[in-house]
């Protein structure tokens, strides 16, 4: 074996250490939000704009990532869901993480600063404080972590909205910050609920361990649901023909995801969870999916 083949043999898997400390799948989901508020607001055309903003995004939410396993190595060394992670399985020094993070974070907020505007670095800067210095602190100190932490977990889709020039004080940057907020509630509610003992093992007070009968859960759950159907009016607003038809579409599988929160409080069991895990996961693709094709009508 030649230096060029060690060389790549030992440097492949530390990478992809490193890629797995950013959490690829859920950035995606969160890239995914950046571009539809883009859309929506009317700065989809430039690809330019678009990738610029997705890649400034894509550092800040990375550095979040990081960021928050660095501060949860040592619990997340105590669940089976986590401890195979790059920190806690020792293959990522802390030290490189934390390094890591911080530039992650640095060459994010310059990034988006310098070649998409401030109000989309200064978004993506509260996200990211939200995200790390106070929703990840408060997992081990309160129930209400989840709802805190389902502020920086849609605060994204402000950062598409800025960054394709609009306002904050729109109304439509409100509804999509609100559906992403809605969306979150039954989604985290069921992860929360399949892995109850292994929160509970690491010292995580979320609600279906300060809450051991499921009906916290079942109702944070519920409400949630319950505002996606109500927020889809409000997200298409039925005011054309292809637009209604599209809104009948978002109650549709928002009303879904109702059926599978409702489900998920009566019978509150790991079956219920895994459905309505599994509902959520296809919901919010196919949201972003209606409210994008609205926005052409």
């Known amino acids: 074996m030649n230096t060029i083949t060690r060389w790549k043999a030992a440097a492949v898997p530390r990478v992809a250490n490193y890629i797995e400390l950013t959490k690829p799948r859920i950035l995606l989901m969160i890239l995914l939000t950046v571009v539809v508020a883009m859309v929506v607001a009317g ?34 060394a105590q669940m089976l869901r986590t401890c195979r992670r790059p920190l806690p399985s020792g293959r990522v020094a802390t030290s490189e993480a934390a390094w890591m993070g911080w530039v992650l974070l640095i060459a994010g907020a310059v990034y988006l600063g310098a070649l998409v505007n401030f109000p989309t670095m200064w978004v993506g800067l509260a996200t990211w404080f939200l995200y790390v210095a106070v929703y990840t602190p408060l997992k081990p100190r309160s129930w209400v972590n989840t709802l805190v932490g389902a502020v920086p977990g849609a605060l994204p889709v402000w950062m598409g909205w800025t960054a394709a020039g609009g306002s904050l004080l729109d109304r439509e940057a409100w509804v999509l910050l609100a559906v992403l907020i809605a969306w979150q509630l039954p989604h985290f ?20 361990v300060t809450d051991r009968s499921g009906w916290g859960a079942g109702l944070h759950a519920v409400g949630g649901a319950l505002a996606l159907v109500i927020l889809s009016p409000l997200a298409i607003v039925p005011n054309n023909g292809p637009r209604m038809v599209l809104c009948a579409m978002a109650g549709a599988v928002s009303l879904w995801m109702l059926a599978a929160a409702i489900r998920f409080v009566r019978q509150r069991d790991l079956r219920a969870a895994r459905k309505m895990l599994h509902v959520s996961l296809f919901h919010l693709p196919l949201m972003m999916l209606l409210i994008v094709l609205a926005s052409w009508f």
């Open 189 to 208: 509610m069921a992860i929360a609920a399949m892995y109850r003992e292994q929160y509970e093992a690491a010292g995580y007070r979320m609600v279906t």
């Open 43 to 76: 700065g989809g055309d430039s690809l330019w704009t678009v990738l610029h903003a997705c890649l400034g995004t894509a550092l800040v939410a990375a550095s979040a990532s990081v960021m928050n396993q660095w501060l949860e190595r040592s619990r997340d």
